[in-house]
């Protein structure tokens, strides 16, 4: 669904607090959907570039498309996650953990990946 949703070999996301997040403007050119149960992702009605997910078990948590931002956001990718479904001709060519599916935690909590 991941890659199919961003057209990319894999979806790279961060997840922060939700208090952490400030809309500096556009908030209400963004449509959510629901694309799995509990598990909102906010398009931009005008371009469609994702913009932010929003988790019902997670409410204090967002999940921020990285390739959304104009700049660096000062963290690195810390795991592979869903690494089962990945596209089968991307290698993985790094050291850092590969998960198959879901990390615990608060919406996977300070991964970046997929």
Known sequence: MCRKAHGAAFRSRATLKAADFEWVQGEGCVTFYE???GNHRGFCRVCGSPIV?????HPNYLGLPLGAL?????IRPKVHMHVASKAPW???????P????????PAGATRTGK
């Open 53 to 57: 997910s929003k988790f019902d078990a």
């Open 35 to 37: 694309s799995s149960p």
């Open 98 to 105: 590969q998960i198959p599916g879901e990390a615990s935690g």
């Open 90 to 96: 991307f290698t993985i060519t790094d050291d850092l």
């Open 70 to 74: 104009d700049d660096d956001p000062g």
